[in-house]
């Protein structure tokens, strides 16, 4: 599952602990690969605007009634067409934003190895011509016209609330126009008896992709430092820079540095709780 999945989950446990009634209605995007070259075209046509998902929306809406709806990952099966189906039903909702893919085609605010604003802050057709999705023109069209109906509708069919992770989050999405005063910052959470442990060993722990965006060039730069060169590190976690990250280390001879991979959730956790820190 993805770290979008692993918070979801955390927050239904966390609500059904309090007495709370919660009702989940999702899709798993890992399931598209097996998809029919049919259904994946249709996929490609509704990114922007599902009426599959208004429709799929509207009956469950219809069979009870609900206090509240929180929306997560609406990308790609879902998209802010179900903004308007929830408003059609009179009902409030809150978007919890996982990265800034309504206002940009790769999520990352990030192209070529710098901050790019382009798409939220002059045209969304500029995610075309640079091939923001996946590097690839065509796939890329869809994520355009998402954040062209994002834009559009911003003013009329958006949610009550935004939720996003940090301070930094809020002030990015503010600059591309929306009112802070609906937006609520709150940071993603773990229950600490998940993270305690009696033992603590010799590591320091890097979680996370490894890409530009994340920063793990950065990190293999200050680890060519003496000092530094005295810590055990071990990175868990795949991505685009996977093979760079390697060659870097051999090239760097940082062999203090462990490549772990992709590990599952509770695998992942262990690690966590055994560390002596986390490189953030």
């Avoid at 219809?62 to 990308?75: L, P």
Wanted: aromatic share 12%.
């Amino acid at each position: 599952p993805s770290g979008d999945d692993i918070v979801v989950n955390r927050e239904i446990e966390l609500l059904q602990k309090n007495g709370h009634e919660v009702c989940f209605y999702g899709k798993y995007n890992d399931a598209i690969d097996k998809w029919s070259l049919l259904r994946k075209i249709k996929l490609f046509f509704e990114i922007p605007w599902s009426i599959s998902a208004q429709k799929e929306l509207a009956t469950i809406l219809e069979e009870q009634k609900y206090d509240i709806v929180h929306v997560h990952n609406i990308f790609p099966q879902f998209s802010i067409s179900i903004y308007e189906t929830l408003k059609r039903f009179n009902l409030p909702f809150v978007h919890t934003l996982h990265d800034f893919r309504l206002f940009c085609a790769n999520a990352f605010l990030f192209r070529n190895g710098r901050v790019c604003e382009l798409c939220p802050t002059k045209h969304y057709l500029y995610s075309v011509k640079y091939r923001c999705f996946q590097n690839s023109l065509l796939k890329s069209i869809p994520s355009a016209f998402m954040i062209k109906y994002s834009k559009k509708n911003e003013n009329t069919i958006h949610p009550d609330y935004y939720i996003v992770l940090t301070e930094f989050a809020k002030s990015k999405i503010v600059s591309f126009g929306v009112n802070p005063r609906r937006i609520f910052i709150k940071p993603n959470f773990i229950s600490e008896q998940l993270l305690s442990s009696k033992e603590t060993r010799n590591y320091a722990a890097f979680v996370g992709r490894l890409s530009k965006e994340k920063g793990i060039d950065i990190i293999l730069k200050s680890l060519q430092a003496k000092k530094c060169k005295k810590i055990p590190i071990k990175v868990i976690g795949d991505g685009p820079l996977s093979l760079y990250v390697k060659q870097k280390i051999k090239e760097f001879g940082l062999k203090q540095i462990d490549i772990l991979g992709l590990k599952s959730h509770r695998d992942t956790i262990e690690y966590i709780k055994k560390a002596r820190f986390l490189i953030m």
